[in-house]
């Protein structure tokens, strides 16, 4: 798009410098073309630089910054989406819900740090423990869900089961392990 606009500005300028009737002398010209070519960079620059902000803006309205999972907001995006192509394809759609056992205590005795290494390490089992077309969701607070689509009953439990296991497993706060509760 930018590059289109960049080859209009540009034959509009040459267009208008080669008409007499507007541009009479040649100091003309050169004045009218490198004013035009200058303000015609600036707008493209700005442009550019607006489009990659608003970019940004965008996933960071529809993702967690600490975990990286789809926030509230891209989760109910991403599950109608989901919802209508299961509807279409008659494949099986399932949603995985978990929480971290007594968060508010890691949080409120460690404090919010150590709460957001928390966070951090079960966002990384997750995406380590599911299939990469799952879709990764943290709403708020230590509650997060993985859709999981096209995935029988015996895989979901079986899913859910590993996912409950590494991160009782792997994931400390001080010498406590951190445990989930799993519903589907």
Do not use: Y
Not at 160 to 165: D, G, I, V
């Amino acid at each position: 798009r930018g590059w289109r606009a960049v080859l209009v500005s540009a034959l509009t300028i040459a267009a208008l410098a080669t008409i007499d009737t507007v541009l009479a002398t040649l100091t003309e010209k050169a004045i009218f073309v490198a004013t035009s070519l200058v303000v015609s960079l600036f707008a493209f620059v700005f442009a550019s630089r607006a489009e990659h902000q608003r970019a940004q803006l965008e996933k960071l309205a529809r993702h967690d910054p600490l975990t990286g999972a789809s926030n509230r907001r891209g989760m109910q995006e991403e599950l109608e989406v989901a919802i209508a192509a299961s509807e279409r394809n008659g494949e099986p759609l399932a949603l995985f819900v978990f929480d971290l056992d007594h968060f508010k205590q890691v949080n409120d005795s460690l404090g919010h740090d150590a709460g957001d290494r928390v966070l951090v390490q079960v966002a990384g089992i997750v995406r380590a423990s599911t299939p990469a077309d799952d879709r990764f969701f943290r709403p708020g607070g230590g509650e997060f869900e993985v859709l999981v689509p096209g995935a029988a009953a015996t895989t979901l439990f079986a899913i859910a089961e590993k996912l409950r296991h590494t991160v009782e497993n792997e994931v400390r706060c001080g010498s406590r392990p951190v445990t989930i509760s799993v519903g589907a």
